[in-house]
């Protein structure tokens, strides 16, 4: 099982009880505020518990022993994930997301540790040339958190995406992998 640790975050292959309380977090929870922050403007159905957990089993690995999901723990609780799919497999090129549902760790410094954990993990155990994300401009928090880590600005799409009946821009960041190399060679 793969356990990533960091000073204030677990990231872990879900278990069973993991992907139950994603499951609450992600359809029962009464407030949903991650929902106002996590791609708004894309309807997403409800999944039953069934076909959410399978949906952890389908397409799991992008390489062997390479996950595309795992689980975010903060002190003992499961309170998110930090995923990944291709844009472009013949370019090596993933997008890559996180989201934390529990706003009790929302500017923390939570989100930054687990998407730069997870971002390193990507870059050391793939031969991975790119990761990318995309967000909408509201959602400031992704960028600065994209942007702390060492991503940059690539693309903005003007007026692309609404929420509540306004229109905002769609984001995309990215680094590639000698960006990430230098960066993470003038921390040592």
Same mark, same amino acid.
């Given at each position: 099982?793969?356990?990533?640790?960091?000073?204030?975050?677990?990231?872990?292959?879900?278990?069973?009880?993991?992907?139950?309380?994603?499951?609450?977090?992600?359809?029962?929870?009464?407030?949903?505020?991650?929902?106002?922050?996590?791609?708004?403007?894309?309807?997403?159905?409800?999944?039953?518990?069934?076909?959410?957990?399978?949906? @952890?089993?389908?397409?799991?690995?992008? &390489?062997?022993?390479?996950?595309?999901?795992?689980?975010?723990? #903060?002190?003992?609780?499961?309170?998110?994930?930090?995923?990944?799919?291709?844009?472009?497999?013949?370019?090596?090129?993933?997008?890559?997301? #996180?989201?934390?549902?529990?706003?009790?760790? @929302?500017?923390?410094?939570?989100?930054?540790?687990?998407?730069?954990?997870? #971002?390193?993990?990507?870059?050391?155990?793939?031969?991975?040339?790119?990761?990318?994300?995309?967000? @909408?401009?509201?959602? #400031?928090?992704?960028?600065?958190?994209?942007?702390?880590?060492?991503?940059?600005?690539?693309?903005?799409?003007?007026?692309?995406?609404?929420?509540?009946?306004?229109? &905002?821009?769609?984001?995309? %960041?990215?680094?590639?992998?000698?960006? @990430?190399?230098?960066? %993470?060679?003038?921390?040592?």
């Amino acid at each position: 099982m793969i356990k990533l640790i960091g000073k204030k975050v677990l990231l872990r292959e879900a278990t069973q009880e993991d992907i139950n309380e994603l499951y609450y977090w992600k359809y029962e929870e009464k407030n949903q505020e991650a929902k106002k922050w996590n791609a708004p403007y894309i309807p997403e159905r409800r999944l039953t518990k069934e076909k959410y957990i399978n949906s @952890w089993k389908k397409e799991y690995e992008l &390489f062997p022993s390479v996950p595309r999901i795992l689980a975010i723990i #903060i002190n003992g609780k499961t309170v998110g994930t930090v995923s990944c799919y291709w844009v472009d497999k013949h370019t090596n090129w993933l997008e890559t997301g #996180i989201v934390i549902y529990d706003s009790d760790y @929302w500017s923390g410094g939570y989100g930054s540790e687990a998407y730069e954990m997870w #971002i390193d993990f990507l870059f050391e155990f793939t031969p991975l040339h790119r990761l990318g994300m995309s967000t @909408w401009s509201g959602n #400031i928090r992704m960028i600065k958190t994209a942007a702390k880590i060492g991503m940059k600005e690539e693309a903005r799409v003007r007026e692309a995406r609404i929420v509540n009946g306004e229109y &905002f821009d769609s984001v995309k %960041m990215g680094i590639l992998r000698r960006e @990430w190399n230098k960066k %993470m060679n003038q921390e040592l």
